[in-house]
């Protein structure tokens, strides 16, 4: 099922991209709405089909003794870095802001990479392999976004997959996906401030 997963997930990728390449007015609004839902859709598909708890998701609160501090020094980290070096952004508009990059995307990518794929990743391949896996899923899911669209810096990759490093060791520690949430939501609202 893995590996369903993980072709599920390239090809709705490049469909994604595809998309943005051949509709590039069109993308800022649609593409990323439809491309969250899919993405959060298959792996809650998969809870319902094999009747596991929602909790196996990572959807629980865990550790929470690591895991307010951790979210509070990634929160923290991240306006920094953001701060001095990227100080220009291109600006959506509020309503693709409020509910695509601080709301709705962080949610629907945190609940598959961290809260699916990582966890599975991890009892196949070993749980740093699979972490690293997960990360650079993560990452490429930031390629469409520099390539087509250039409304990203060509940083967002590598960053994207050190965000998902760190989230990945949060979500080992914790057991949850809640605080890589609100560590996901804060980091792309600050991305936008600035």
């Given at each position: 099922m893995l590996k369903i997963a993980i072709i599920f997930y390239i090809v709705t990728l490049g469909?994604?991209?595809?998309?943005?390449?051949?509709?590039?007015?069109?993308?800022?609004?649609?593409?990323?709405?439809?491309?969250?839902v899919v993405i959060l859709g298959f792996p809650l598909a998969l809870i319902i089909y094999r009747r596991e708890s929602i909790?196996?998701?990572?959807?629980?609160?865990?550790?929470?003794?690591i895991g307010v501090p951790a979210t509070l020094a990634v929160i923290v980290i991240s306006f920094l870095v953001w701060w001095f070096l990227n100080r220009q952004f291109t600006a959506p508009t509020l309503n693709h802001i409020l509910f695509s990059t601080i709301i709705w995307g962080p949610a629907a990518e945190e609940i598959l990479f961290r809260g699916y794929l990582q966890p599975k990743l991890e009892a196949d391949t070993g749980k740093w392999k699979g972490l690293v896996i997960a990360s650079l899923l993560f990452g490429?899911?930031?390629?469409?976004?520099?390539?087509?669209?250039?409304?990203?810096p060509p940083t967002l990759v590598p960053e994207a997959f050190i965000?998902?490093?760190?989230?990945?060791?949060?979500?080992?520690?914790?057991g949850s996906i809640y605080y890589l949430m609100l560590c996901h939501m804060a980091y792309n609202l600050i991305v936008t401030v600035i």
């Amino acid at each position: 099922m893995l590996k369903i997963a993980i072709i599920f997930y390239i090809v709705t990728l490049g469909i994604y991209a595809l998309i943005l390449y051949l509709f590039p007015d069109l993308a800022i609004w649609i593409p990323s709405y439809v491309y969250h839902v899919v993405i959060l859709g298959f792996p809650l598909a998969l809870i319902i089909y094999r009747r596991e708890s929602i909790q196996s998701l990572g959807l629980r609160w865990g550790k929470w003794k690591i895991g307010v501090p951790a979210t509070l020094a990634v929160i923290v980290i991240s306006f920094l870095v953001w701060w001095f070096l990227n100080r220009q952004f291109t600006a959506p508009t509020l309503n693709h802001i409020l509910f695509s990059t601080i709301i709705w995307g962080p949610a629907a990518e945190e609940i598959l990479f961290r809260g699916y794929l990582q966890p599975k990743l991890e009892a196949d391949t070993g749980k740093w392999k699979g972490l690293v896996i997960a990360s650079l899923l993560f990452g490429m899911a930031h390629l469409p976004r520099i390539f087509l669209r250039q409304a990203a810096p060509p940083t967002l990759v590598p960053e994207a997959f050190i965000l998902g490093f760190v989230f990945g060791i949060i979500r080992d520690r914790t057991g949850s996906i809640y605080y890589l949430m609100l560590c996901h939501m804060a980091y792309n609202l600050i991305v936008t401030v600035i």
